[in-house]
């Protein structure tokens, strides 16, 4: 049919049909060109995207380094390639939000240093936490930040040592711009203080104190009564003198050779004077602060024959320390006190002493004098707060929680005296071991809870007896029959948190045996005298209690009050009472002199009030003791003793520096 069309009809046709296929496929090609194009289009955002998020990314990473490290030179950015107009507008931003950042860190470590000044002067040993919730919380282009990198350096610095500060204690601790300063002002050419190897440190403790003790002209033996003559035996005079007193004067030197090793010696001239009475009973026959035990009522022993015979003979000498005060005497060999090289990190958890140091025997007797809660040691630690000469392993775990000494000391000497400066009496030596647990430790609901113990083992004296008992007699010059002889004490305490933080509590049981020297008990005038004396036992206990006001729930007020009663005096203030008794007083028995002793005790209640000037740096004690002495002269029993009670409380006041 499409044959039999005319010819213009059939061109018309395919002309149409061509027009209608271009048209198609224009059609199609114009969808296929869109399509693309979207495609296209979509590519390039996702492209935008993705490069957009790589720059934020990079710009996150370069604001967290310019956050990290704030003081970051200048000359740093300006080391790097040219940069682009976009690039140099996020330096300026990021050189804004720096110098944003050093002010806010300063301004916050400026707080943060004035708050631990604060924490100083008021004696708080508990570090305020840092405050970070103001560093990068705003963001300005205003002025240039008032505090340059080198000044923040220098805050930071400052805080670093103030914290330092505060954990070991508070001693004052100088910047290197003080120190500096202090060089040019005293002396131009003055130069730091340098050792040829290792890091001197230098520290010390000064006491002083001022006491009154009430008057009474006898001690606790009433030996005219017993003898029936006024002889002037067992007189109190020279123990009741109101007097000054330089109670410590410790120079304490430190060498870190290295990281392992460290060397120690401390000084204490005012060991001394032998001429002052003990606390906080007047009566005790050893030197003031290491044991208040009595044992001798004012007599010196004699022996006519030379070494020891039956004619001993009893002279009096007023008191023990009579010919002290009378002449200004002191003891031999007493001012050196610690000497020994401690060697640590070498084995895990652990440190090794060797050398003269003081025994980890007990909770007060070991701690530092510095950090005492009254004026002096009870009674009973005493005797556990001497030094000796030996070797010593200390391990610690768990965050201090669990600490254990062993230790092997020469232990010379005879019962109540001190034992370091001297060589060993024998070849046996003592051995100590304590353990200490923490339960709770620092928590701050429960607080902190200690609980300890230790025990000592050795034997005293030589071989043989010390009595004339046939020819099994102790070495000449020594005197001593061999004793085993023990400590043993237990300690607790505990510092509450919550309402009663700034509470704390302990207590502390000892006991105690050892062997007397023959003749170095003599009770009463007479021939007998303790010439093959037995094994002496003693025993006591103290408890205490306190209530600090810089560490309680109302530290922060009496901190921001306005008033100076509340800031100056309520704030430093601490309240103190102990409680003691100990069988410290031996008596000659009635029946047999020469070989038992009888024992009495004395009872102490001891009133405190600490002020704490700068913490354990610098405070003023307060101590009033109300003393009372075993009293038998109304009992019949043990009227012929003639054991009285001393009217000898006392009161003391230390003022104290420790740098």
């Not at 996150?60 to 380094?65: C, D, F, I, R, T």
């Not at 509590?505 to 037995?534: C, K, L």
């Amino acid at each position: 049919m499409y044959n039999k069309l005319p010819k213009i009809s059939r061109i018309a046709i395919f002309i149409a049909g061509f027009v209608a296929t271009l048209a198609l496929s224009l059609r199609a090609a114009e969808t296929d060109i869109k399509v693309e194009h979207e495609r296209i289009k979509k590519e390039h955002e996702l492209l935008q995207i993705d490069s957009i998020r790589a720059e934020i990314a990079r710009l996150k990473k370069v604001n967290e380094g310019l956050k990290t490290n704030l003081a970051a030179p200048k000359s740093d950015l300006e080391t790097a390639t040219a940069l682009t107009e976009e690039q140099q507008k996020l330096r300026e931003e990021n050189e804004t939000l720096r110098n944003v950042l050093i002010q806010a860190e300063c301004e916050r470590l400026r707080k943060e240093n004035q708050n631990l000044r604060t924490a100083v002067a008021t004696g708080s040993r508990e570090t305020p936490a840092p405050d970070n919730n103001g560093v990068g919380v705003f963001i300005s282009s205003s002025a240039p930040a008032p505090f340059s990198p080198e000044e923040f350096e220098k805050l930071r610095s400052e805080n670093s040592a103030l914290r330092d500060q505060m954990k070991s204690g508070g001693s004052i601790v100088k910047s290197a711009a003080v120190d500096a300063a202090l060089n040019q002002k005293y002396d131009k050419c003055l130069q730091p203080v340098t050792t040829k190897h290792g890091k001197l440190t230098m520290g010390g403790l000064l006491s002083v104190w001022y006491y009154s003790i009430q008057n009474d002209t006898k001690t606790w033996v009433n030996a005219d009564d017993a003898s029936g003559r006024g002889s002037g035996y067992g007189s109190n005079e020279v123990s009741d003198n109101d007097s000054f007193r330089v109670r410590y004067a410790e120079l304490r030197f430190t060498m870190d050779l290295n990281d392992k090793i460290s060397a120690h010696i401390m000084i204490d001239a005012a060991k001394e004077a032998a001429s002052f009475p003990t606390f906080p009973s007047n009566q005790g026959q050893g030197v003031s602060g290491e044991g208040v035990a009595f044992y001798n009522a004012g007599f010196d022993v004699q022996t006519p024959g030379g070494p020891l015979t039956t004619d001993q003979e009893n002279v009096p000498n007023g008191n023990v320390r009579a010919n002290a005060v009378r002449n200004g005497d002191g003891y031999n060999n007493k001012l050196l006190q610690d000497a020994y090289i401690n060697f640590h990190t070498i084995v895990p958890h652990h440190d090794f002493t060797i050398g003269q140091f003081k025994r980890q025997i007990g909770e007060e007797g070991s701690r530092n004098s510095e950090e005492l809660d009254f004026v002096e040691r009870s009674m009973i630690t005493q005797v556990a707060s001497v030094r000796d000469m030996g070797v010593q392993a200390h391990g610690s775990w768990w965050d201090d929680r669990l600490q254990y000494w062993l230790g092997a000391f020469n232990g010379a000497g005879t019962a109540f005296q001190s034992r370091y400066n001297r060589s060993d009496d024998n070849d046996s030596k003592d051995f100590v071991g304590s353990l200490l647990i923490r339960p709770i430790h620092k928590d701050e609901t429960w607080g902190s809870l200690e609980l300890g113990g230790s025990y000592l083992f050795g034997r005293s004296g030589e071989a043989g007896s010390s009595g004339l008992l046939g020819n099994n007699q102790a070495i000449n010059g020594l005197n001593r029959e061999s004793t085993a002889k023990n400590m043993a004490y237990l300690w607790a305490s505990y510092m509450p948190q919550g309402p009663m933080k700034g509470m704390w509590a302990r207590g502390e049981y000892g006991h105690f045996r050892d062997r007397f020297a023959p003749g170095e008990v003599a009770s009463f005038p007479g021939d007998d005298t303790s010439s093959f004396p037995g094994v002496a036992k003693t025993s006591g206990y103290y408890v205490a209690t306190g209530y600090r006001l810089s560490k309680s729930i109302w530290a922060e007020k009496l901190c921001d009050s306005t008033g100076r009663l509340a800031k100056h005096v309520l704030m430093p203030l601490e309240i103190a009472f102990r409680y003691e008794q100990m069988l410290n007083l031996f008596h000659q028995d009635l029946d047999r002199p020469e070989r038992q002793l009888t024992r009495f005790e004395t009872r102490v209640l001891t009133g405190g009030l600490n002020y704490y000037i700068s913490d354990h740096n610098a405070r003023i004690q307060l101590n009033y003791n109300i003393v009372n002495d075993q009293d038998n002269n109304q009992d019949v029993s043990f009227n012929r003793r003639q054991v009285r009670e001393v009217r000898n409380d006392s009161l003391v006041l230390n003022f104290q520096v420790f740098w």
